[in-house]
């Protein structure tokens, strides 16, 4: 089966020479290098205050959570309103937030619960944020240039994992004030670059209509009704709910590889490394054929490498595993996020990328909850191995329920 996208021809151009995709771009690295960075900090912080296992987990699980309350009226919101302005009003938020995170460090007066409630409201932005900031894409750039766009931002927002863990780890090695502070001052960065972003492509937008049942689950609805853009988004969805055990990091760091900060700063890197120069492969050729049987053997390959990452005690193979685990991550997140885009229409953008959001969040954080819970039960490494092993179920489960995903060839003409 082939994909009909004759417009898009990926190899027309660099996309940077956009003035409004360079601050979208922008934007999303210093908002991302920002929420890394602290939630380096934070992940760090409540685990050595804690020793819990099991905090972890619920850490995942503030973040899940408002995602799951707010899905289905931020696509509404997102369809209706200036997506620009939805962004900046995050932005502000998160910038304050840390604000006074960092206040309540440097007066001693955080305690666990706290960071928590803060994880739910940075949560609640991310929430709103990232659908957000993915429906307005396409009105950047033209559409003949989607593909480049995704592939491009994707290497810049690897960067930014890169750069964010390592930047956490190490300012909170200089003093614990330090990694939130800095992030307040990315965060408003990045909201003065949302401001400015420059609508390539204008779309007339319809009356402001009510929010009712059938608007709020209309996203739902266009992804039931193509098994293609479903099946590519359970899979992401299931594999990485499964393989979650990388949320464990902390634990690994402290206990089984004996790192400090800086250590756990690294293996929080190494997936984005390996996401990074998948990316910039991708953006500088992308996939022309098998793009159905790619995706599944990246997806096979990435359970794998939870395996190994799991049963290591040697920091440079962890390192080594998370790499291949980011490397091969990327593969589906470009081929997801390509479907998504170019087969949904602009006044479904908000709702559609919402419950992808939605999708996405339910395999990070949901699966930290799950990772945590499993591993104050069985230990790290068990659930690691678990959580491997299940991920290459589910992709062979998939190949059989989805049969039309593994016949995609491309996702150009």
């Not at 660099?14 to 995709?21: A, I």
């Not at 938020?93 to 666990?112: G, K, N, R, S």
């Not at 401001?195 to 929010?211: D, N, T």
């Not at 997801?336 to 229409?345: F, G, N, Y």
Request: with cysteine; net charge positive; hydrophobic share 55%.
């Amino acid at each position: 089966m082939k994909v009909d996208m004759d417009s898009l021809n990926p190899q027309q151009g660099s996309v940077l020479r956009y003035p409004g995709y360079l601050n979208f771009a922008a934007s999303r690295v210093f908002s991302s290098i920002g929420f890394q960075s602290v939630g380096v900090a934070m992940g760090w912080m409540i685990y050595d205050r804690t020793g819990s296992a099991y905090m972890l987990g619920l850490v995942g699980l503030c973040q899940f959570l408002p995602m799951v309350l707010l899905t289905f009226v931020i696509g509404h919101v997102a369809d209706q309103f200036d997506r620009r302005r939805i962004a900046l009003i995050c932005q502000c938020i998160e910038a304050l937030t840390v604000l006074v995170l960092a206040v309540c460090v440097w007066q001693d007066l955080l305690h666990p619960a706290g960071i928590l409630i803060a994880v739910a409201i940075l949560g609640a932005c991310i929430a709103f944020e990232r659908p957000t900031m993915a429906a307005l894409l396409p009105n950047v750039v033209p559409v003949h240039m989607l593909q480049k766009a995704i592939a491009t931002s994707t290497s810049f927002m690897q960067t930014a994992l890169i750069v964010g863990p390592s930047v956490g780890g190490l300012l909170y090695g200089v003093h614990p004030i330090a990694p939130f502070a800095v992030s307040a001052v990315l965060f408003l960065a990045a909201g003065i670059n949302i401001i400015s972003i420059k609508i390539e492509r204008k779309v007339v937008a319809g009356p402001r209509a009510p929010v009712t049942l059938e608007s709020v689950f209309a996203g739902v609805a266009f992804i039931r009704s193509r098994p293609i853009m479903l099946g590519t988004i359970s899979l992401d969805l299931f594999a990485v709910l499964l393989g979650g055990a990388t949320a464990l990091l902390p634990m690994f760091a402290r206990d089984i590889l004996h790192a400090g900060p800086w250590g756990l700063g690294m293996l929080r890197a190494a997936p984005a490394v390996g996401a990074l120069l998948m990316s910039v492969v991708l953006a500088r050729k992308p996939l022309s054929s098998g793009v159905g049987k790619k995706m599944f053997l990246a997806v096979g390959i990435f359970g794998a490498a939870t395996i190994v990452f799991a049963l290591s005690t040697s920091i440079a193979l962890s390192v080594a595993a998370l790499f291949v685990i980011g490397a091969s991550d990327t593969v589906s997140v470009v081929v997801r996020s390509s479907l998504v885009q170019l087969l949904t229409p602009d006044e479904m953008r908000g709702r559609v990328n919402a419950v992808n959001s939605l999708f996405i969040g339910t395999s990070n954080q949901l699966g930290e909850f799950e990772s945590g819970m499993l591993a104050g039960l069985l230990g790290p490494v068990l659930t690691g191995v678990l959580g491997g092993v299940g991920t290459i179920v589910i992709v062979l489960l998939w190949m059989r329920l989805f049969p039309d995903l593994a016949k995609v060839k491309t996702l150009g003409g």
